[in-house]
């Protein structure tokens, strides 16, 4: 991109950052279409892209008005997009990895799935009985593989707070288990 332009989104900036929500659409609509495009290059799937960059705009809008150069704006929402397409991968990676080791699994006999099965219901259960806030750290941390950074940006809570509910999460579910097994 030429200099000139890196100023043009400068001022776009600017002007979001005092509350003119149509320099907003303007970046949109200057930038929509080459993230898609850089999305696409990790991905190589349209849809899965176009999800990518609609979240990333999510987080860009919410970000913006801390963005501290504003010229900047171009390479930071790529950086963003990039970040969000990496994690994608990664999780994808993780699944795969995962339906691989079911797959191996069921080759192999079973000798008692009922247990297993039981266990994870009473785990769903447990989490269940969590306070909300708690029940989000577990998700976004066990689910879906957010690290704790990017879940205090989640969450917009700090990143000591974010390990402080993921341990007392962990702490309550090991007492909920723990109480069943001896239920039983």
Request: proline share 2%; net charge positive; aromatic share 8%.
């Amino acid at each position: 991109m030429k200099k000139t332009q890196f100023v043009f989104d400068g001022l776009l900036v600017l002007e979001f950052q005092k509350g003119s929500q149509k320099s907003l659409e303007l970046l949109v609509k200057r930038h929509h279409k080459r993230l898609c495009n850089h999305a696409f290059g990790f991905t190589k799937n349209i849809e899965v892209s176009k999800d990518i960059v609609q979240d990333s705009w999510r987080v860009i809008i919410l970000k913006l008005n801390v963005l501290k150069d504003p010229n900047s704006f171009s390479c930071w929402a790529t950086k963003i997009v990039s970040r969000k397409c990496l994690d994608h991968l990664n999780r994808e990676k993780r699944k795969h990895r995962i339906l691989n080791n079911i797959k191996a699994e069921e080759q192999q006999p079973k000798f008692d799935g009922n247990v297993q099965e039981s266990k994870l219901q009473e785990v769903a259960k447990a989490i269940k009985s969590l306070p909300e806030n708690q029940q989000q750290i577990l998700k976004l941390f066990y689910t879906q593989d957010y690290r704790l950074n990017e879940i205090s940006e989640i969450l917009d809570i700090s990143v000591g707070t974010a390990k402080s509910r993921l341990f007392h999460a962990r702490e309550k579910l090991k007492k909920i288990l723990k109480n069943e097994d001896h239920e039983k």
